[in-house]
C-alpha cells in the first residue's frame, strides 16, 4: 500500500477515535417541557395557538434524523423535533439535548413546592437553577446561546416576545426581563 495512504488512513482513525458523538438513548425521556402541533416541536418552543406542551420527562422513543430534523415517537405517535435556530450543533448534540436517558422529574423530588408548580406551568420563578429552567422552558436556542454558561439566556415566547433570564453569581435566577404581558405569562412570582 502506498504510504500517504497509509498516513491519511491513519489520521482518519485518529479523528475518529478521538471525536466523541453525543449518545442519544434509543428510549428516554423528554427534557424539558415543549410545546407541539401533535407533529412538529420547533427548537425555539413558541407559544403559538393550537399547541400544546409536551411535558418533561415523557417517555420518548428515537427514531432517526432527518433533514434538521429528530424523528421520535411520543405516546405511539410519530413527531420531529425541529433543529429550526440551533443549527450550528451536530445533529446528534441537539438530539442528546432533548432526549434524555434519566427522566428529569426524579431530580425534582427535593425542589421547594414552588419551583416544581413553576416547572409543571412551564414558567420560571427566582431561585431557579439552570437545569430547572431547561426543565421548564427548554433550551434557548444557540444562535442567540451558543454558552449555556452565560449570565443571561435569551428567549422567545412567539415571534414578538423576547425574554431574558437572568442568573445570579451561584447560577440561580435573579430575573426576567421583558414586556408586562410576556412576564404574566412566563414568570411566577
Known amino acids: 500500500m502506498n504510504s500517504r495512504f497509509l498516513a491519511f488512513a491513519a489520521a482518519l482513525a485518529a479523528i475518529f477515535t478521538t471525536t466523541a458523538l453525543a449518545q442519544v438513548p434509543e428510549t ?10 401533535g407533529r412538529w416541536i420547533s427548537d425555539i418552543n413558541y407559544a403559538e395557538s393550537g399547541k400544546h406542551i409536551v411535558p418533561f420527562g415523557t417517555p420518548i422513543k428515537f427514531l432517526g434524523y432527518g433533514r434538521y430534523r429528530v424523528h421520535v415517537e411520543i405516546d405511539g405517535r ?20 432533548y432526549i434524555v436517558p ?19 406551568s412551564a414558567r420560571v420563578t427566582r431561585g431557579m437553577t439552570r437545569e430547572q429552567v431547561l426543565m421548564a422552558i427548554g433550551y434557548p436556542i ?33 430575573s426576567v426581563t421583558t414586556d408586562a404581558d410576556t412576564l404574566l405569562k412566563i414568570f411566577l412570582e
Open 78 to 97: 410519530r413527531q420531529a423535533i425541529g433543529n429550526d435556530y440551533s443549527r450550528d450543533l451536530k445533529m446528534d448534540a441537539f438530539a442528546a439535548r
Open 142 to 174: 444557540s444562535s442567540e446561546n451558543p454558552n449555556l454558561d452565560v449570565r443571561h439566556w435569551r428567549y422567545w415566547l412567539w415571534s414578538f416576545s423576547p425574554f431574558t433570564v437572568s442568573f445570579n453569581d451561584q447560577g440561580r435566577v435573579s
Open 28 to 37: 428516554g425521556f423528554l427534557c424539558c417541557n415543549m410545546r407541539t402541533d
Open 102 to 120: 434519566d427522566n428529569p422529574r426524579d431530580r425534582l423530588a427535593s425542589a421547594s413546592p414552588k419551583i416544581r408548580k413553576s416547572i409543571e
